[in-house]
């Protein structure tokens, strides 16, 4: 089945430093989804990608769809203590867009 | 106020009892999911609804029951045959396929 890895499982960073989270599947996707986690909440959409090679940002948030549609990528400018949380990436599998399989995370972790 | 509400927060059961997690959201979603949340590990899916009446089975169905008679309703119920139930469950719902899932807060699920 498919499988979605993301890199790195736990960051932490200076308040002001870059923070970059990779996530990549085994299979192409159709479209990748990023969730934010807080701690002790719930995962929240941030974005969709599905154009390939795709770029969007949200103020100091940017997000890559790669060429093949086979990868991903968060990248935090001047991340702040309110950036802190488990950021997931989840793309669809098995031939539905209902199913979506989640990355583990990557947990940042934001020392003010 | 419209979101998915889940209940309880927090829920405590012995081993071998079942026990239904209640799910309702006011979003007038046709699609609702069940996913489970281990430390350390990103969601895994359950079970989806893609309309009233009907559900497939997820990744992890087995060990769980659905039901999906009213649309705005997707209880979940965890039977003794689920071999480590204690864990955090999230439901969602989203407007269409593929689209940005909602989540609700989440039940804790410990079993004693």
Redesign the interface.
């Known amino acids: 089945?498919q499988q979605?890895m993301?890199i790195p499982?736990y960051q932490h960073v200076q308040e002001g430093e870059d923070f970059t989270t990779y996530c990549n599947s085994s299979t192409t996707l159709?479209?990748i989804?990023w969730?934010k986690q807080r701690p002790g909440?719930?995962?929240?959409?941030l974005i969709?990608l599905v154009k390939s090679g795709e770029v969007k940002k949200q103020k100091r948030l940017t997000f890559q769809f790669g060429e093949a549609k086979k990868n991903s990528s968060l990248h935090i400018t001047a991340t702040q203590t309110t950036d802190v949380g488990t950021y997931?990436c989840?793309g669809?599998w098995g031939g539905?867009?209902?199913?979506?399989?989640?990355?583990?995370?990557t947990l940042l972790t934001v020392n003010p | 106020d419209g979101g998915i509400t889940q209940s309880p927060k927090y829920l405590f059961r012995k081993e071998g009892q079942n026990v239904t997690l209640s799910c309702e959201q006011n979003l007038n979603h046709d699609?609702m999911?069940w996913?489970r949340q281990d430390p350390?590990?990103?969601?895994?899916?359950i079970y989806?609804s893609?309309i009233v009446n009907d559900f497939?089975k997820?990744?992890i169905a087995e060990g769980y029951s659905v039901s999906r008679e009213k649309k705005e309703s997707f209880p979940l119920t965890v039977t003794s045959a689920q071999k480590n139930p204690t864990a955090f469950y999230?439901c969602?719902s989203?407007i269409a396929?593929?689209?940005?899932?909602?989540?609700?807060?989440?039940t804790r699920l410990t079993v004693l």
């Open positions: 089945g979605v993301q499982q159709s479209n989804q969730y909440g719930h995962p929240v959409f969709q997931f989840a669809p539905s867009n209902y199913k979506l399989t989640f990355g583990k995370g | 699609a999911y996913y350390g590990q990103g969601l895994r899916l989806y893609q497939q997820g990744d999230l969602a989203s396929e593929g689209g940005e899932q909602f989540f609700g807060p989440g």
